[in-house]
């Protein structure tokens, strides 16, 4: 199988809980909705998105040796995602995710993992070089030498920006396509409305594509010889986690596979992230191509594979 993306990152088990409502009184209940067992985390939904819509991908990095563990490596195979080359060990990462249909948000508590951290020496870097693009969630040592790798091979550097950092910053000369979240433009620009000389000031420090969600708004996207606002699409939310990780599948397929321009890139993006908030978590509500295609097009989708997932997913299995 064809397997020309590769990423980089931590993977996540989460249980979403969706409630009436979310407590802001000691002592006060909420009623559950719905629960959801589901992977996560920042590359790791973009490549379960990616392979929903039909590409393959691989995953490196570090993944608990637990139940857990053994629910994600079994999740990453229903989505075409190799896991060959990943580290199994101690307890993996655990978010309890709260998401309530008033204020739309999420509100995440964690508990760190005890896997160790995957380091440069981990690195198989002849199975990184059979791969054409690479996508990066965090500005490490290990990233580093990734996109060293990849770009002596002649390859593609994606970066997930969801959180602002200096280290990102200084990360952006080894960024060919840049995506950055809604937080992080806020972070270097305030609420200037500036969008493409902002996008090309980001693009000055070295990605040739820069990419800013902006939430229900939609997305802008800057390139050399381009600039558009992808506006976003309407649809009933019923949970934001993972919209934008989602996106970068979308982002990545168009670009990849469907050998879109960066304007239709961002446009197919936005309608793979708001399909996805029409469902629980960032995995049941991930759609197939001809889902996104119809979407488009009409407003409308087969919901059956998302009715589907979301069954799958009420309860553990690993």
């Known amino acids: 199988m064809k397997r020309d993306l590769i990423a980089y990152g931590t993977p996540f088990i989460d249980n979403l809980v969706h409630i009436d409502h979310l407590p802001t009184k000691k002592d006060e209940g909420a009623r559950m909705l719905q629960t959801s067992w589901q992977g996560g985390g920042k590359v790791s939904s973009a490549l379960t998105a990616f392979g929903q819509l039909g590409g393959a ?124 979240s809604e937080f992080y433009y806020t972070k270097l620009f305030g609420d200037s409305e500036e ?54 599948g979308g982002f990545l397929y168009a670009m990849m596979e469907e050998k879109l321009p960066p304007d239709q890139c961002a446009q197919f993006a936005n309608a793979v992230s708001a399909i996805k908030c029409t469902g629980i978590g960032g995995r049941a509500a991930t759609p197939t191509l001809q889902m996104v295609k119809d979407f488009m097009a009409t407003g409308e989708c087969d919901r059956s594979l998302i009715e589907e997932k979301t069954k799958l997913y009420e309860t553990f299995n690993a």
């Open 57 to 180: 991908s691989s995953m490196i990095g570090t993944v608990g040796a637990d139940s857990y563990g053994d629910f994600l490596v079994k999740d990453y195979g229903r989505y075409n995602v190799d896991t060959s080359r990943m580290v199994r060990d101690g307890t993996n990462y655990f978010s309890l995710v709260l998401s309530d249909p008033i204020t739309h948000g999420r509100n995440i508590i964690s508990r760190p993992g005890t896997v160790r951290k995957y380091t440069v020496e981990d690195i198989d870097e002849e199975f990184v070089r059979r791969h054409k693009v690479l996508h990066l969630e965090n500005p490490d040592a290990v990233s580093h030498r990734l996109a060293e790798i990849m770009h002596e091979n002649g390859g593609t550097v994606c970066y997930d920006g969801d959180g602002y950092s200096e280290q990102a910053q200084q990360f952006l000369p080894e960024i060919d396509v840049f995506i950055g």
């Open 195 to 248: 969008y493409e000389k902002n996008l090309r000031s980001v693009m000055e420090k070295g990605p040739r594509i820069v990419v800013f969600t902006l939430g229900d708004k939609g997305s802008v996207v800057a390139w050399k010889d381009g600039y558009y606002f992808a506006p976003g699409y309407k649809v009933k939310v019923v949970d934001t986690l993972g919209a934008g990780d989602v996106y970068h």
